[in-house]
């Protein structure tokens, strides 16, 4: 059940391992669990004697029993995967890069650390925004720092007004966690990702869905827009890195290499290259110089 469990909360299996081996290691690190941590790391004690008893596991579930309402989709049918050009792991060649210290010290150019207290952020503004029903999993400024974008477990996104705190538009489409959000360059575009292997875009002036896009086949952990926002990058716990084409939807490539799940992804300044970063502790340089399907 603790396995069962696990697997319903962390959307993966506790133990890459098979069989009676799961017995005998431990279960992956905890990125969901939040309060539910304790019960969950009870249930997969190796010791069946100090695992809880089912009454107790009862009694400690119990406030989180209730279920979230049906969210209702937009009436758009979304766009649809077509013309994917898979490309192999061949990172980008990039000069080495010297060092950073080891001692605590500053890296030469880099700017000072400024420690601001919070009784020196301004009194007229918000330091609390406060809406979301399940834990938040991810923010994001707009260009212009009038709005935030927000994600949760409550399988909402959120926009503010930053200078009053007051929710602007609650996004609801998605049928699981919203696990990231980015907006576009110009900030007239939102991107979304979510548990429900979805990556929805949203107009952030009429708080209208755009569209979908459908190709992942698990839960997507980061989006990212290149620099002039016609190119769309998505990670995602199918081990795989996703372009698309913001305009019609289309998946240009698919990046494969990361053995495990991929938790960010970032453009250059000039977005010809692509990081990535993974749960199989490598970062990895794409290069984004690649034909558009035709």
Same mark, same amino acid.
Request: with cysteine; glycine share 10%.
């Given at each position: 059940?603790?396995?069962?469990?696990?697997?319903?909360?962390?959307?993966?299996?506790?133990?890459?391992?098979?069989?009676?081996?799961?017995?005998?290691?431990?279960?992956?690190?905890?990125?969901?669990?939040?309060?539910?941590?304790?019960?969950?790391?009870?249930?997969?004690?190796?010791?069946?004697?100090?695992?809880?008893?089912?009454?107790?596991?009862?009694?400690?579930?119990?406030?989180?029993?209730?279920?979230?309402?049906?969210?209702?989709?937009?009436?758009?049918?979304?766009?649809?995967?077509?013309?994917?050009?898979?490309?192999?792991?061949?990172?980008?060649?990039?000069?080495?890069?010297?060092?950073?210290?080891?001692?605590?010290?500053?890296?030469?150019?880099? /700017?000072?650390?400024?420690?601001? /207290?919070?009784?020196?952020?301004?009194?007229?503004?918000?330091?609390?925004? !406060?809406?979301?029903?399940?834990?938040?999993?991810?923010?994001?400024?707009?260009?212009?720092?009038?709005?935030?974008?927000?994600?949760?477990?409550?399988?909402?996104?959120?926009?503010?007004?930053?200078?009053?705190?007051?929710? !602007?538009?609650?996004?609801?489409?998605?049928?699981?966690?919203?696990?990231?959000?980015?907006?576009? /360059?110009?900030?007239?575009?939102?991107?979304?990702?979510?548990?429900?292997?979805?990556?929805?875009?949203?107009?952030?002036?009429?708080?209208?869905?755009?569209?979908?896009?459908?190709?992942?086949?698990?839960?997507?952990?980061?989006?990212?827009?290149?620099?002039?926002?016609?190119?769309?990058?998505?990670?995602?716990?199918?081990?795989?890195?996703?372009?698309?084409?913001?305009?019609?939807?289309?998946? !240009?490539?698919?990046?494969?290499?990361?053995?495990?799940?991929?938790?960010?992804?970032?453009?250059?300044?000039?977005?010809?290259?692509?990081?990535?970063?993974?749960?199989?502790?490598?970062?990895?340089?794409?290069?984004?110089?690649?034909?558009? /399907?035709?």
């Amino acid at each position: 059940m603790g396995a069962t469990f696990y697997h319903a909360v962390e959307g993966e299996r506790p133990s890459t391992a098979q069989s009676v081996a799961t017995l005998t290691h431990s279960p992956r690190p905890f990125r969901h669990a939040g309060p539910l941590e304790d019960v969950l790391a009870g249930l997969l004690a190796k010791d069946p004697h100090q695992r809880p008893t089912a009454e107790d596991a009862i009694r400690t579930l119990a406030p989180y029993s209730a279920p979230l309402p049906a969210r209702r989709g937009p009436d758009q049918s979304g766009w649809t995967t077509t013309h994917a050009q898979t490309v192999p792991a061949t990172p980008a060649v990039i000069p080495p890069i010297s060092a950073l210290p080891t001692d605590g010290g500053s890296v030469a150019g880099s /700017p000072s650390v400024v420690t601001v /207290p919070l009784s020196d952020f301004p009194k007229d503004r918000p330091t609390a925004l !406060i809406g979301h029903a399940r834990a938040v999993f991810s923010v994001a400024f707009s260009p212009d720092g009038r709005t935030l974008a927000t994600g949760g477990g409550d399988w909402e996104v959120r926009l503010w007004d930053v200078a009053t705190g007051r929710t !602007i538009a609650t996004l609801a489409g998605h049928e699981g966690w919203v696990e990231s959000v980015a907006f576009s /360059p110009d900030g007239r575009t939102l991107a979304t990702g979510g548990a429900d292997h979805e990556v929805w875009l949203w107009d952030t002036e009429t708080g209208s869905s755009i569209g979908s896009f459908a190709g992942h086949t698990c839960a997507v952990f980061s989006v990212a827009f290149s620099p002039g926002g016609r190119t769309l990058a998505t990670g995602s716990a199918d081990d795989t890195v996703r372009l698309w084409d913001v305009a019609t939807g289309r998946s !240009i490539s698919i990046l494969t290499g990361h053995t495990e799940d991929v938790f960010s992804v970032a453009f250059s300044p000039d977005g010809k290259t692509l990081a990535t970063g993974s749960r199989d502790s490598d970062v990895r340089l794409w290069s984004t110089m690649m034909p558009r /399907p035709s």
